[in-house]
């Protein structure tokens, strides 16, 4: 199994920044790709960035290109999110995820972080 922990969020004006990040433990060496998901209160998770291991293929929702960067420091197990020019519709948890157990497709996830955007 792969276990993770978030941390970084907090409050933040709106057009600031934070860093998240997630560390990895378990299992790690059977992770695919680590991710970051938010979920806005009332509302279904959602995709925000994706990484795979390798650093090859990385993907990022519409809302949040050009704003939001992952990055994976493989020798730490931890991936972060850095995140700028923040906006008061982004108040959510943020939760990582991995993609773990090879060809099993295994999901395990963080327990999230909160991060509110004051306008």
């Known amino acids: 199994q792969v276990q993770l922990v978030e941390s970084g969020g907090g409050v933040v004006q709106a057009g600031g920044s934070l860093r998240l990040s997630c560390v990895a433990s378990?299992?790690?060496?059977?992770?695919?790709?680590m991710a970051w998901y938010r979920q806005a209160l009332g509302k279904q998770r959602e995709l925000v960035a994706r990484?795979?291991?390798?650093?090859?293929?990385?993907s990022y929702s519409d809302s949040v290109k050009d704003r939001f960067t992952i990055s994976r420091h493989i020798a730490e197990n931890t991936v972060s999110l850095q995140i700028d020019s923040l906006k008061p519709e982004e108040t959510a948890v943020y939760y990582c995820?991995?993609?773990?157990?090879?060809?099993?497709?295994?999901?395990?996830w963080g327990q999230g972080t909160q991060v509110a955007v004051a306008s």
């Open positions: 995820n991995a993609e773990y157990g090879h060809n099993r497709g295994l999901d395990s």
């Open positions: 378990g299992s790690t060496w059977t992770i695919n790709a």
């Open positions: 990484i795979t291991v390798s650093g090859r293929t990385i």
